[in-house]
């Protein structure tokens, strides 16, 4: 049985939860079912009282209540689900004030889904609609890809071709989605996927699949950077250039043509060309002033002047947790290390765990090193989740989060950010959200250089 965080319940029984006659008014899509018990639990058929709830919660608010319904004697509900933006969103399940299941479902506009559940399982639930059939298609594919990499990984060493192979075999499987479920929330994000993940292994490919995209794809901006890199390598530095300049022309949206622009500068500091990354990084403060470019801008020039890959990362000295060990970074030369940030319980961190555990505990001590830094100055929460997770390497607490010298030094502004230095304590790349495919990737390739 899947329990539902008490502080939803709460919010619900108490109606702090946002939705009144003022809440905007959202398109709209139904979910319609039924929800029942097992018999050997509750003999008696009468199913009223289940509640089903939808929800969206942004960080730093309350939560939105999308929909919300009751069952009837039968168990039969109806629900109309407001869709502020498309996504996946949870479904929750509760009744007499405690939750039975939590689920994920796509919330897309126009949509018409149906569930029949029978509580309580541990099984997802099978959510049937255009949108949500092509998600669960997506998800599987890219479970079972994660799955094969971790087949991968554990094979006692990290062969760059079996990542390979296993990178391009996901990539068709994404096209074929995109090709199977046109036109859904799935299909645009399998069809994305398939160019991010191949990039800087099959760069040819990835270009080639990029054509089929659209600039309204939810992703566009992660395969444009994903793309610009992989034309850089094929061709340098200005055909990467050229293919932002000539994506970002194809759309009026000016936050989307800024984003574009940040890419632009970001090619440019990937490629060294300092001098012209600082102009575009001004260029891009004073031709968005006041839409929030400003210490994005400021952010880029800073890591121009000192984080900037070949750079000796700044270094730092740190009590490790729970041992209070000290640890210099430049004590670590001779060594690749992987210097990270998180936040406990993040969703992007947290589905990166296991790929994260399996490459540390793979690798020799005596050529890599990690230190994971949490961000959040809580020691017992830091305690309780590094023991629940299991997880491996050396541990930093950071004591004034984000705000912290240590993040600033790093200029750590998206969670998880992830640095590997090479054995000479340079910076050889820089990862942020969810990228740890790209850093294993990466790491590979600098062990097979050795």
């Known amino acids: 049985m899947k329990h539902v965080p008490i502080v939803v319940l709460l919010a619900l029984s108490i109606g702090v939860i946002g939705c009144g006659s003022d809440a905007p008014k959202w398109p709209t899509m139904t979910l319609e079912g039924s ?13 009223s009282g289940f509640e089903l709830l939808v929800y969206r919660q942004l960080e730093g608010e309350d939560a939105d209540t999308l929909g919300i319904a009751t069952t009837d004697t ?55 609609s255009a949108e949500n059939v092509a998600w669960v ?7 079972q890809h994660q799955r094969s990499l971790n087949e991968v990984l554990t094979g006692g ?3 760059p071709e079996a990542i390979r192979r ?32 191949l990039a800087g292994w099959n760069d040819a490919m990835a270009l080639e699949r990029l054509d ?4 309204d794809n939810v992703r566009i901006v992660d395969v444009l950077r994903a793309a610009r890199r992989a034309a850089a390598r094929e061709s340098g530095l200005e055909a990467g250039l050229a293919l932002l300049e000539g994506w970002k022309a194809k759309t009026d949206d000016q936050v989307l043509r800024a984003a574009i622009q940040s890419e632009q500068v970001l090619a440019l500091i990937d490629s060294l060309q300092q001098d012209r990354a600082l102009i575009a990084a001004r260029d891009l403060r004073a031709q968005n002033a006041g839409a929030g470019w400003d210490q994005w801008a400021d952010n880029a020039i800073y890591e121009l002047e000192n984080l900037m890959p070949g750079m000796i990362a700044p270094d730092v000295v740190v009590r490790t947790y729970p041992d209070s060990a000290l640890v210099e970074t430049s004590s670590l030369r001779g060594k690749l290390v992987l210097l990270e940030f998180y936040a406990p319980g993040a ?40 023991d629940s997770r299991q997880l491996l390497g050396q541990h930093v607490i950071a004591p004034d989060g984000l705000r912290g010298d240590l993040a600033s030094l790093y200029n750590v502004n998206v969670l998880p950010t992830r640095y590997l230095l090479d054995a000479d304590g340079r910076i050889a790349g820089k990862y942020t959200g969810r990228a740890m495919e790209r850093l294993v990737s990466d790491l590979a390739l600098m062990l097979n250089a050795q």
């Open 35 to 47: 929800v029942k018990i097992r018999a050997e639990i509750d003999s008696t058929t009468n199913y």
């Open 74 to 128: 039968t168990g039969y509900f109806m629900m109309e689900i407001s869709v502020p933006e498309r996504g996946v969103y949870p479904l929750l399940i509760f009744r007499y004030g405690t939750g039975v299941h939590r689920e994920e479902m796509a919330v897309v506009a126009g949509d018409a889904a149906t569930v029949d559940a029978v509580l309580p399982t541990a099984a997802p639930l099978r959510i049937r």
């Open 137 to 143: 298609a997506y998800r599987n594919t890219r479970a």
């Open 157 to 159: 060493s990290i062969d």
């Open 166 to 197: 296993t990178v391009e075999a996901t990539s068709t499987i994404y096209t074929s989605l995109a090709r199977t479920f046109p036109g859904t929330m799935g299909a645009e994000v399998a069809s994305a996927e398939s160019v991010i993940m």
């Open 212 to 215: 089929s995209l659209s600039i």
């Open 347 to 386: 969703t992007s961190f947290e589905a990166e765990i296991a790929q994260r555990n399996e490459v540390i505990d793979l690798l020799d001590p005596r050529i890599f090193a990690s230190i994971s830094v949490s961000v959040d100055p809580d020691t017992l929460r830091n305690e309780a989740y590094i």
